[in-house]
Every structure is written in structure tokens, then in C-alpha cells.
């Protein structure tokens, strides 16, 4: 019972001792390259506020991934090439958000983003909308999923998954443009 207890505090000192590791290696990194971490953001075309968003979501990925065992032998380049695929899917998110308020009859923001109210009208409208369709929009615009896939996943063809995002743009169109109105 004794040498039971042991090894379980055994092992829990050495499950400290490595998430402090973990933890020092991230905020070397942090240290050393964030900095340089948060110029590629911004070189990217990526806004202060996003850039330090960005950075700190892509340290928070490497703890976790280093925590989960990964096998990451350069954590720096590791962090920059997460990074960058941050802000890649942020450049994706942003076009996709401007072509369905585009598809939906609205100007699209001139600004750098789109309006935090805007956005969150549109979800809320997708969430009345049938089943087939809620998934079908947000598997194409908030996924980035071509139709083919969408097709696979909800078990019909990609010209239906087409068909299901386009009377579901309708209905929208219909809705948010009854609201604009008002």
C-alpha cells in the first residue's frame, strides 16, 4: 500500500515537473519569437487585435499539442507554420463571410472585418432555417467545405448540397432582408 502510494505521488510530480517544462517552453518561445510571431501575423494582413488573437491561439495549440505527446522537434517552426495557417483560415473566414452577405443582398462591410452584429444576425437566421439546409450552409461557410464533401457528409449528391445552400441563401435573403426594412 506504501509503495502504492509512493508511485502515485511519483507520478504526479513527474506530471508537474513536465507541464512546467511544457510550460517553459512556450514561454521561451513567447519570449524569444513572439515578437516575430505577431510581425508575420500583421505581415499576413492581419490587424493588431486579430494578430495578438492569432499569437496567442497558436501558442495555446502548441501546449496542448506538446502536451498531448507530439513529436515536435522545432517548436518555433512549428508555431510559425501554425501560424500562418491561422491567419490563412482567417483570410478564408472573412471571404467566405463576405460572399454570403454579398449572396444575401447586403453590402458587404467596407472595413477591415465585418460588423460583430452582422455576423451574428446571419447565424442566428441560419439557425431557423431546416435541418438540410442549417447543416448545408454551415458545412459550405463556416466549414469551407466544397459541395462534393458537404454531399458525402450529409449522404446525398453534391448538386443537392448545392440546391439545399441556395434555397437556404433564399430563405435568408428573404429574412434579413424583411428585417433590413423594418
Do not use: C, K
Amino acid at each position: 500500500m506504501i509503495t502504492t502510494t509512493l508511485n502515485a505521488r511519483t507520478n504526479v510530480h513527474s506530471a508537474i515537473a513536465e507541464s512546467d517544462l511544457l510550460r517553459d517552453i512556450v514561454v521561451q518561445l513567447q519570449e524569444e519569437r513572439g515578437g516575430e510571431l505577431w510581425g508575420l501575423a500583421r505581415h499576413l494582413g492581419l490587424s493588431p487585435d486579430e494578430a495578438d488573437d492569432a499569437v496567442q491561439e497558436t501558442l495555446m495549440r502548441l501546449w496542448a499539442a506538446l502536451r498531448d505527446g507530439a513529436g515536435i522537434e522545432r517548436p518555433d517552426a512549428w508555431a510559425f507554420r501554425s501560424l500562418y495557417r491561422l491567419a490563412m483560415d482567417r483570410h478564408r473566414w472573412h471571404r467566405r463571410v463576405r460572399l454570403l452577405t454579398q449572396r444575401l443582398g447586403a453590402q458587404p462591410a467596407r472595413r477591415a472585418g465585418v460588423d460583430h452584429a452582422d455576423r451574428m444576425a446571419i447565424w442566428e437566421a441560419v439557425e431557423g432555417l431546416p435541418e438540410r439546409q442549417r447543416l448545408a450552409i454551415y458545412l459550405r461557410y463556416r466549414a469551407d467545405l466544397p459541395y462534393e464533401e458537404i454531399g458525402a457528409i450529409l449522404g446525398i449528391a453534391a448538386p443537392s448540397a448545392r440546391s439545399h445552400v441556395s434555397h437556404a441563401l433564399d430563405t435568408l435573403r428573404v429574412e434579413l432582408g424583411e428585417e433590413a426594412s423594418r
